[in-house]
Structure formats: C-alpha cells, structure tokens
C-alpha cells in the first residue's frame, strides 16, 4: 500500500487548483490495482474547504460532498491549525471527519509518506 500525502494551499473558489486536488484524490482512493493510504492537509485559504453547508454540486460547488467521499473511502483530511486560526475557521463547526492538524502532523505524513503531492 502506498502512502501518499496531498498538501493543498489554494482557496477553494476562484481557480480550480481544490477541485481539481480533490478529484486527483478520488481518483487515488478508487485504485483497484493497489490500495492507497491517502492523508490531505489544508492550509492557506484550503482550510474553508473544511467548513460544511457549502453549495452542492448541482449548484455550481461539490466540494464538500467530494470531502464527505473521500473520508468515506479512508482518507483523511485535516486543516493547518495555524491557518484556520488565522482565518477564523478553528473554532467553527467543520464537516464530519475532517479534523484541525498542526505542522507536526504535517511533518510526520511527510515522513511516512511514499508521494507527496501539492496544489
């Protein structure tokens, strides 16, 4: 099984650099020919991602729903603490199963990571 980690900075509106980061996810955890063990970590503007109530796909958005997949399928996802601080997400309610990390954790996925990957 792989290990991968995806570091997302991008804000989640105004490019496609999430969107397109979250379907190179999906995609990842939908190999059938090798598992993969799959760690996203958000910062920058990334973090508003987390928060849920977001539009859905059928109005334009997606991206939580696409968030709400990929922690079913067993990936995990978590927001730089520093950034979500920053922006006054910390505190907010987030979507199920995504969770506040700090760069310690960010550090050991990239460790322990076989790939790592930005957007």
């Known amino acids: ?26 995609a990842l955890v939908a190999q059938e020919d090798e598992r993969v063990d799959l760690a996203i970590f958000m910062m920058s503007d990334a973090v508003t991602a987390g928060l849920p109530k977001q539009a859905a796909a059928e109005s334009g958005g997606g991206l939580q729903q696409m968030i709400e997949h990929l922690l079913g399928q067993g990936a995990s996802v978590r927001l730089c603490r520093t950034c979500a601080v920053a922006r006054g997400v910390a505190e907010l309610e987030l979507i199920p199963g995504v969770a506040i990390g700090t760069l310690v954790d960010m550090a050991a996925a990239a460790v322990e990571a076989d790939k790592v990957i930005t957007f």
Do not use: F, W
């Open 1 to 26: 099984m792989q290990k991968i980690l995806m570091i997302v900075h991008a804000p989640p509106y105004g490019s496609e650099r999430v969107l397109s980061a979250l379907r190179l996810a999906t």
